[in-house]
Each structure stands twice: as C-alpha cells, then as structure tokens.
C-alpha cells in the first residue's frame, strides 16, 4: 500500500464505517490501523491490525463495493482474534505450525477475507502456512500470523518443522520410476522443497521428472529416462491426481537443482509428455560410423 490519495480515501472510509459495524474499534488513519476486540464476559481481547491488505484490495475493485469488503474482512479479523485466543490452549503454536506444497494461486483461490501465509516456490506451486489444532490443520492467516507473534525472525519456522516431520521418508520403486508417499500425511508434498535428503537424485545429472499428484504423493524419475519412461509417469500422475481427495498438481515438471519448469504433456489417451530437446535421446556419431555410412555412398 502506498500513500496515494485513493488509498487514503479508503483509509477514511474505514475510519467512518469500522465503529458502525464494530462499536468500540479505533482506527488510526495516520500510522493506517484498526484496533478490534474479542472475547466474553470479563474475559476480552484486542490487537492492532495494519490495514493494508484491505485498502490494496479495494484499490483493485469499483468504490461503490468498497465497503463489503471492509466489514466482511473486519469481521474476518475478529473471528481471526477468536481463533488465535482458542489456539493457545492447545500448547506452543509456533512449534504446531506446518506447511503444505500446493499449486500456485491455490491460496488466492479459496482462502477468506483475509489472506494466508505463504510463501512463493517458483513459478507453479507456493507454499502455504497451517497450524495442527489437535487432528486439524488449520490454514494460518497473514493476521493471525501477527496476532500470534509468529512473524517474528525468531519464531520457529514452519518449512524446517515440516521436513523434521517427512524426513524418513523413503522412495518406493514402481513400474520403471519412484513414488514418496504417507497415506492421508499432506505434508508429504514439501518433500520437492527438501530435494538434498528426500530427492538428491534431482541435483545430479539432468535431475528428474517429477510430479505432485496429490499432497501425499510424489512421483519421479530420471530426466533422462526416455519417452516411454517419461509417457508413463505423465499417465500415473494424471490417474492419481483424478477424483483424489487431496489433489495437489496433475502436471508434470523437470527438476533440476533449482530449476522446475513444467513438461507439457497431450491430452492424448494415454498422455505423451512433451520433452524438451535437451531430455531427448541425442544420436551419437563416432569418427568409425561416419566412415562406414561414406563407403556405403560409394
């Protein structure tokens, strides 16, 4: 958010439509925050909230629905106030924070009126931020980030918690390529993140091919396998992604150190992976082939 004059029209209008909705909020529209309550009885709660999330939402939209989407994300902050006092009784939140691989945009998709915590992984997948609550992973908001103090550089992080989790992990072989996989464990799908321990095969060589069918799955194989071996993990991957309950991606990738491009694959029955020239077979010719196919000619 910048101090333009249009995001200081919203600013106001927060600062004259926050107390309507939410009597006893303050809005300070010179450091550009909003102070809410929660709780009951004797027992009652507040946090200062910037609101530049906000104000860069309705900078994006018509002003005449500029003031849904304040008290539908005021009332969002509340409720996240709620959720961050309940939270506590269920030990360190910091060390209870995990992560989750998901497709780029998954997050804008389906979160609320207030955004998650995550963190960008390439061009095709971002990582989002949950917190375990007994046997639930609850997403982790931006405001609930800061109402909890997890922001904080010292705070643990969630991406490290996450691979502590997965670390033993071991590689299945199956029909020519490997699979990681823990039945109904999503966190399964950081293990792409963590390519040193749980996919070192994708720092050697032309690394691999590789997909993430569904949060508790990975599949991969050489890069350089060839057609048929790229062909029918294309296919795996589009059968196990289909009708999955935690469907992750149902495309294909070349991993190689830190590259991750996507591998077209057709909508052909079955699907044939499109590979780049360089994951192609190359023909070799030798000084003695050449001289063969000359005396051929003659």
């Not at 910037?50 to 969002?76: F, K, T, Y």
């Not at 149902?250 to 044939?272: C, E, I, K, N, R």
């Amino acid at each position: 958010m910048t101090g333009t004059s249009e995001a200081l029209d919203v600013v106001q209008v927060i600062a004259d439509l926050a107390p309507i909705w939410l009597p006893g909020c303050v809005v300070d529209t010179t450091e550009q925050t909003v102070e809410v309550g929660w709780g009951r009885g004797a027992l009652q709660m507040s946090a200062v909230v910037g609101v530049g999330e906000i104000v860069d939402r309705c900078l994006q939209l018509p002003q005449a629905r500029w003031a849904e989407q304040i008290e539908a994300w005021l009332r969002a902050v509340v409720a996240e106030g709620e959720l961050a006092t309940e939270e506590h009784r269920y030990g360190d939140v910091g060390e209870r924070q995990r992560a989750l691989l998901v497709q780029r945009g998954w997050s804008a998709r389906t979160a609320g009126p207030v955004a998650d915590a995550l963190l960008p992984f390439g061009d095709h997948f971002e990582v989002v931020v949950f917190v375990r609550t007994g046997a639930e992973l609850r997403r982790l908001t931006v405001v609930r980030r800061s109402m909890l103090g997890l922001g904080d550089p010292a705070a643990p992080s969630p991406v490290r918690l996450t691979l502590d989790d997965i670390a033993d992990l071991e590689a299945i072989p199956y029909q020519g390529f490997s699979i990681l996989r823990r039945d109904g464990d999503p966190l399964v799908s950081m293990a792409i993140v963590d390519r040193e321990k749980l996919l070192p095969q994708a720092s050697r060589g032309a690394g691999v091919l590789v997909g993430v069918p569904r949060l508790s799955t990975i599949a991969y194989c050489p890069a350089d396998a060839g057609q048929q071996r790229a062909d029918a993990l294309a296919q795996w991957i589009a059968e196990c992604y289909r009708d999955a309950p935690d469907q992750c991606s149902p495309d294909l990738y070349w991993l190689q150190g830190d590259h991750l491009v996507q591998v077209p694959v057709t909508l052909a029955s079955p699907p044939s992976a499109v590979l780049p020239p360089a994951l192609k077979p190359q023909p070799r010719r030798t000084w003695l082939r050449h001289l063969f196919g000359r005396a051929n000619r003659w």
